[in-house]
Nanobody
Framework: VQLQACGGGLAQARGSLRLSCAASGRDFSSYTMGWFRRAPGKEREFVGS????????YYAGSVKGRFTISRGNDRNTVYLQMDLLKPEDTAVYYC????????????????????WGQGTLVTVSS
């Protein structure tokens, strides 16, 4: 099982970036997909997540209204559209998968995320 995240890079404040995460190696039916980030010197934090069906999402308060998670038609690709970026969004972003047991669950406790990608760096300059 592999999760491959990409799309990170350098952006200016109030700019945009889109990250993608491709899952391969198994059937991800009933898996909720999440995005997390770790800023320099800080602990990992939850960013947002999306149900397998793609019609239910859940966001951290710090990104709600600025970030949008979506799922590709194949259900095994997840996107994180980041708009109105702030310098404090600078972090390594990780995608992860958690078995939710349902196609429509968007929130799963972090402890249940069992599959993790390698991370992609996002740097936002002021």
């Amino acid at each position: 099982v592999q999760l491959q995240a990409c799309g990170g890079g350098l952006a200016q404040a109030r700019g945009s970036l889109r990250l993608s995460c491709a899952a391969s190696g198994r059937d991800f039916s009933s898996y909720t997909m999440g995005w997390f980030r770790r800023a320099p010197g800080k602990e990992r934090e939850f960013v947002g997540s999306i149900s397998w069906s793609g019609d239910s999402t859940y966001y951290a308060g710090s990104v709600k209204g600025r970030f949008t998670i979506s799922r590709g038609n194949d259900r095994n690709t997840v996107y994180l559209q980041m708009d109105l970026l702030k310098p404090e969004d600078t972090a390594v972003y990780y995608c992860a998968a958690a078995f939710a047991g349902s196609h429509r669950v968007s929130y799963v406790p972090e402890s249940r995320y069992s599959k993790w990608g390698q991370g992609t760096l996002v740097t936002v300059s002021s």
